[in-house]
Structures are given as C-alpha cells and as structure tokens.
C-alpha cells in the first residue's frame, strides 16, 4: 500500500494553464476547465473519504 501524503501540493497559474507542484518532483500542467473538475473531483473524494475509517497501524 501506497504511504498517504499530508503535504498539500502548491497550484500556481502561469501563461494561461495551472501547474501542481508535490512532493518528490510531482509536477503536471493543466488547462484551467481541467484543473477546476480535478478541483471538484479531489474536494469530492476528500468529504467521502474524510467520512470513512481509517486503518492508520504500521505494517498493513
């Protein structure tokens, strides 16, 4: 299983087009009708996920 991160990532807009910037080298460019639906889907998925338990024990 993949380690969650807690670091948000820093959205910048530059010549038109949104860039993210995450942790060990993520970066990806969007244009601005993509990055706002990322931006729905992603505040979407975090009020579901925020109403689910967690399993945080190392090793699983």
Known sequence: ?????????IAAA????VTL?????LAITFTPEAA????????AAAEQAASQPRDDRPGT
């Open 21 to 25: 910037d995450g942790v060990d080298g």
């Open 36 to 43: 706002a639906e990322t931006g729905r889907r992603l505040i």
């Open 14 to 17: 530059e010549n038109g087009l």
């Open 1 to 9: 299983m993949m380690r969650p991160e807690s670091t948000a990532g």
